[in-house]
């Protein structure tokens, strides 16, 4: 009742929240009702509005982080930091046309650190944009001087830029040097064995990384995908749906439910597969190739 008065003096308020040690990774729902709460009845405040942003990100609500730092931006000051976590919670949103304005703003205040860079790359790839993506990863990349795993980070989406401009050799000279100086990063090894399995090619050496890839994190559900996608492809497609149900198992994620909802098209399993297909777009999935697939009734080829 207090968080929702707004004659409530900030500092009280902001005296109750860090009794309540808010934010935090651990969040109750009723915590999170508080700070919105707090949030809405002082619209004006700037540390109140980023409290909220900060508590909705460390728990994984991006869209509601994204509001309350948006809120934040207007009212003080505009700080990397900030940006830095818009940025993310936009991707994980996947907000990409605010992500990519919200990247250009940062380099244009930033313009000698990496996050802008790193993000812009991101948000042109999914806008489909390659070319302006690879060029602004390429100058990202050069300002992760010592940091390994942003260089790698770099380097994997640059990489990603090649193969949807189709120079599929560009990509396999450049995750080739990326496994020879991280030869057990399985992150690195199911990047390289997803895009293979999009592009359909290379199926035998595909199936080989991904398994590598699965043992050295058995449980990882994005490999899992990536797996059932090669069986796919190979045209086995009762081990797709095997590996693919295990994918979605606690997994939440949009394009694992619409590859399964594939594999079940192809197995002549069209109930399944408009179920998994309704799935996908209830967890995010808004392609117009997705929703052609739910209206017809019927798998189509990318």
């Known amino acids: ?101 919200t990247a250009e703003s940062t380099i244009t205040r930033f313009p000698n650190v990496t996050h802008g860079f790193l993000y812009g790359g991101l948000a042109k790839i999914e806008l489909a944009a390659f070319d302006e993506a690879y060029q602004l990863l390429t100058m990202g990349k050069d300002l992760a001087i010592n940091n390994a795993n942003l260089e790698l980070r770099f380097e994997l ?45 290379r199926l035998e050496k595909k199936k080989k990384m991904i398994k590598q890839a699965l043992e050295l994190e058995a449980d990882n559900k994005n490999f899992m995908d990536t797996y059932g996608w090669v069986f796919f492809q190979k045209g086995d497609y009762k081990k797709a749906i095997e590996w693919l149900t295990k994918a979605v198992e606690n997994n939440r994620d949009w394009l694992v439910f619409e590859h399964l909802g594939d594999a079940y098209a192809k197995n002549g399993q069209l109930d399944s597969a408009v179920k998994n297909w309704k799935l996908s777009q209830e967890n995010g999935g808004k392609s117009e190739l997705l929703l052609k697939k739910i209206k017809n009734e019927k798998y189509y080829a990318e």
């Open 1 to 101: 009742e207090a968080a929702k008065n707004p004659t409530l003096n900030p500092d009280k308020a902001a005296g109750i929240l860090t009794k309540m040690s808010i934010p935090n990774e651990n969040m109750s729902e009723f915590e999170l009702q508080c700070i919105e709460a707090f949030a809405k009845s002082h619209p004006s405040n700037y540390s109140m509005q980023l409290k909220a942003g900060e508590s909705f990100f460390f728990n994984n609500s991006w869209k509601k982080s994204v509001q309350y730092f948006n809120a934040a931006s207007e009212l003080g000051t505009i700080n990397l930091d900030l940006l830095t976590n818009l940025m993310i919670a936009q991707y994980n949103a996947q907000m990409f046309q605010e992500l990519d304005a």
């Open 157 to 201: 989406s640059m990489a990603e830029c090649q193969h949807h401009l189709g120079n599929y050799t560009a990509f396999d000279e450049q995750m080739d040097a990326v496994l020879a100086k991280h030869p057990n990063d399985a992150t690195s090894i199911n990047n390289y064995a997803y895009f293979l399995a999009l592009g359909n090619r």
